[in-house]
């Protein structure tokens, strides 16, 4: 056998023109591979015409081999060219099918808002803002002295059952359980000059979470410390917050309470703004709506801060956004304001 021979070019002819036919019929990449492998693949058609090289003399393995070879790389290379084509034509099919029509009015995306206690909260800053309050940040975690002790709250005081704490391993060191942690760092900060700031924040208690408690939820304190002031100022500042929020013909009344840092205490209520003080089920058909916490600093607290009682006084507050938000707008459930719901945050 020589390498010009008729019979050898005719079959290798007969294989390769076979072969080439049978890829340009292939459409997928599941018939490309089946392809391969009966063509170019271990035991393909190509790789078994190799077999036949005991059968021939010396002087036709080269020959005989070459031709293999270049069969097997023309092969190798429709077979790629084949496979890139495969490729484009299903690119081409997904570009198609997914195509955009650029005549079709846009879709305006949907923009951010804030969140309802954000609105509450800044609403409230506002109010007290045009009262002369300044705002004060205070930290969310402080040492117990801060959270408890300097607020008339020694070690083994009842009135740290009232609030589930959470501690750090530091036991000396929690997450505020209430605005009111930051009382002592702006008395200090200010003093000897006097006081009228809000205190804005997070707060955090380690309570079972239901449609009215959270385990964190916003506070506003208020504080203000100087000579003179009295329980007047105190009812006098609030009942003009009531009315600004919530509406010009708001009334309001306070109701004695009990709370360690003020002395006297009182919880301060609102004319229900639902049934116009008429009684219905959003104020239990009392005719009023608790908003808040309030007294005249005590004087220990005071002079933790670094004031003469026997010189100044002042009053202090405090209230939750998230319990005005759900007075204001009919809520009932505290936890939809932390459920990320879309459907109820873009209410507001």
């Not at 080269?62 to 293999?68: L, S």
């Amino acid at each position: 056998m020589s390498e010009t021979s008729p019979e050898t070019s005719l079959d290798f002819e007969a294989v390769q023109n076979r072969a080439e036919v049978a890829l340009a019929r292939c459409e997928d990449p599941e018939q490309l591979e089946s392809w391969y492998y009966a063509t170019l693949g271990r035991k393909g058609e190509v790789q078994l015409m190799s077999r036949q090289l005991g059968q021939l003399s010396a002087e036709e393995r080269p020959i005989f081999g070459k031709r293999v070879n270049a069969l097997k790389q023309a092969l190798q290379v429709a077979y790629e060219q084949r496979r890139e084509e495969i490729e484009r034509q299903a690119l081409e099919r997904r570009l198609s099918a997914g195509a955009i029509d650029v005549t079709l009015p846009g879709r305006r995306p949907r923009t951010g808002t804030l969140h309802p206690s954000t609105l509450v909260l800044r609403a409230m800053c506002r109010i007290f803002g045009d009262m002369g309050f300044q705002i004060y940040r205070s930290p969310d975690v402080v040492t117990d002295e801060y959270n408890f002790e300097w607020l008339n709250m020694p070690p083994e005081h009842p009135a740290r059952d009232m609030q589930d704490t959470f501690y750090t391993r530091d036991e000396n060191v929690v997450l505020r359980t209430h605005t009111s942690a930051g009382q002592i760092l702006a008395m200090r900060e200010y003093h000897p000059e006097p006081i009228r700031v809000v205190l804005p924040g997070m707060c955090y208690r380690n309570e079972q979470i239901t449609a009215r408690s959270e385990i964190q939820f916003h506070q506003i304190e208020g504080l203000a410390v100087g000579e003179g002031i009295t329980f007047a100022d105190l009812k006098g500042t609030l009942t003009e917050f009531a009315r600004r929020f919530f509406g010009a013909e708001r009334q309001t009344r306070f109701r004695a309470s009990y709370f360690p840092f003020t002395e006297p205490s009182a919880e301060m209520d609102v004319s229900c703004f639902q049934c116009d003080a008429k009684g219905c089920r959003l104020c239990k058909y009392s005719g009023w709506l608790e908003i808040l916490g309030c007294g005249m600093v005590h004087p220990v607290v005071l002079r933790n801060g670094g004031y003469d009682p026997e010189r100044f006084s002042g009053f202090a507050f405090g209230t939750g956004p998230e319990r005005i938000a759900m007075l204001k707008y009919g809520l009932d459930d505290i936890r939809a304001f932390w459920g990320n719901d879309l459907r109820f945050l873009t209410q507001f």
